[in-house]
């Protein structure tokens, strides 16, 4: 049986899907979805992934805005772009760009979008609704790409012990409430959770959310158990590695993702599907 969970694979198929519907709405309505990315500052890590956002709207037939804003741009300046974004019909999708430069709030910045704008699923309103399993929200991205993955893979989540470690509101909290609504049984791990080993070793799915190389060891893995390593962390040699120990874990688990190759792919996938969703709800 090939083990591997093929992120890779699936956000191509995904962004395949995605691009095909695009042309059909593009024929209907004589009009594309649209998102706008917005970066303050100088991260090197952040105008990666924003490049790689706007490549992948380009690839897609999405109208894309990149709006690059000095790192001493004031919280006014900034809510005055966001409120002119929340205002433009061509834009379907705003995304902020995190981590923000010292001195910008980020929650203030983040529920000044549009909820029915905010393609990354990080504004209060709709997180609250991801947790009551109302449809009308975004997901957040990565947790969205995990759940697909185990869905495209037709492994089962329904009833599943499935153990996360790692409570961060980007990953750990909304994926448990998204896997909740899909009726498997959550536990969520962090840095005070007691015998740790114990609980990974009972669970069916084991995801790591940890943001540390190679936390979880084979030795943690029940036989058979589905692995999903959402951690990228990049080793003194410059190569990325995962929070799983691949090699370890891949002698356990029925199926695992490789790090990278596996969840990272995905979240740029699920942010592309989540603006074609907000554009196909302004059209109807
Ligand atoms: P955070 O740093 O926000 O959260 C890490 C979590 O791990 C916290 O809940 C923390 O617990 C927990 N933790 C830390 N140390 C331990 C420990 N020793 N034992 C148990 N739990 C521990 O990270 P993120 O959620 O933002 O990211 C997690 C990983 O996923 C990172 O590697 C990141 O790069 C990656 N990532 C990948 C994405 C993708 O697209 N594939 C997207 C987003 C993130 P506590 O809360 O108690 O501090």
Redesign the pocket.
Known sequence: MNKIIDGKETAKQIRTEIKEEVLVLKEKYGKVPGLAVVIVGEDPASKVYVNSKVRACEELGIYSEKHVMKAETTEIELLELVDSLNKNENIHGILVQLPLPKGLNSKLIIDSIAKEKDVDGFHAENIGKVLIGEEDTFKS??PY?VVELLKRYELPISGQDIVI????????KPLAALLINESATVQV?????KN?EEKVKQADIVV?????AK?IKGSMIKDGAVVID????RLEDGTLC??VDYEQAKEKASYITPVPG???P??IAMLMKNTLISFERTMK
Request: glycine share 24%.
């Open positions: 991205c990565t790409g470690v790692g409570r961060s509101n980007i990953v750990g791990c962090h840095s005070r959770t740790l790591a959310a940890v943001g540390i936390f959402v951690g990228i962390n995962g929070d596996g969840v990272g995905m979240t």
